[in-house]
């Protein structure tokens, strides 16, 4: 079945942009009705969406974030990555790469996700 | 910008019913989807649209909607649903937001 595995440096220092990549495996990150996402999780705290992209390479970010994310997709390597520039101890966080399905155009959800990798911004 | 708004913790007797709720102005347009994380974990859908369930999520788990309020409701509450739940939803903009979560206790 479809799985998703996240991977990049699990510390960064301030300032620096935090790059992570999203492999997907078992199915094509090119199928229509499917966009794949980035969510994060500060330690103790809720999920924060981060962005989302679809293969064609059309981008929606979060408000908050916008100014320092960029999403990208490799669909030759079944990939996509994440980049957040200029970051500070608040970014520290687990990083989830997932499925967003549209089931209708009132009705989408994640459905896949995969395991998470945290990522620590300390000098 | 469109917020989601849940109560940040609720228990419930094992085996009894509980339901969650989920509050915001996009749920009037946009239905939201639920998601199970245990600690840990990574987290997982539970119910999405109207009343849907992914396959493998136990019946005891149902949703619906009215006006800007989505729920989640579980008859029959059992151990090992004691987790944080997550409501989701768009804007208009396509803007996704989730809510800040509850905190579910089996008692």
């Known amino acids: 079945q479809l799985q998703l595995q996240e991977s990049g440096p699990g510390l960064v220092k301030p300032s620096e942009t935090l790059s992570l990549t999203c492999t997907v495996s078992?199915?094509?990150?090119?199928?229509?009705?499917?966009?794949w996402g980035w969510i994060r999780q500060p330690p103790g705290k809720g999920l924060e969406w981060i962005g989302s992209?679809?293969?064609?390479?059309?981008?929606y970010y979060n408000p908050s974030l916008k100014s320092r994310v960029t999403i990208s997709v490799d669909t030759s390597k079944n990939q996509f990555s994440l980049k957040l520039s200029s970051v500070t101890a608040a970014d520290t966080a687990v990083y989830y790469c997932?499925?967003?399905?549209?089931?209708?155009?009132?009705?989408?959800?994640?459905?896949?996700w995969g395991q998470g990798t945290m990522v620590t911004v300390s000098s | 910008s469109s917020e989601l708004t849940q109560d940040p913790a609720v228990s419930v007797a094992l085996g009894q019913t509980v339901r969650i709720t989920c509050q915001g102005d996009?749920?009037?347009?946009?239905?939201a989807s639920w998601y199970q994380q245990k600690p840990g974990q990574a987290p997982v859908l539970v119910i999405y649209?109207?009343?849907n369930r992914p396959s493998g999520i136990p019946d005891r788990f149902s949703g619906s909607s009215s006006g800007n309020t989505a729920s989640l409701t579980i008859t029959g509450a059992q151990a090992e649903d004691e987790a944080d739940y997550y409501c989701?939803?768009?804007?208009?903009?396509?803007?996704?937001?989730f809510g800040g979560g509850t905190k579910l206790t089996v008692l």
């Open positions: 997932a499925r967003r399905v549209v089931v209708t155009a009132t009705s989408e959800a994640f459905d896949i």
């Open positions: 649209g109207k009343n």
């Open positions: 996009s749920l009037r347009s946009y239905y």
């Open positions: 078992g199915g094509s990150i090119s199928s229509s009705s499917y966009y």
């Open positions: 989701n939803s768009r804007d208009s903009s396509a803007v996704k937001v």
């Open positions: 992209i679809y293969y064609s390479g059309s981008t």
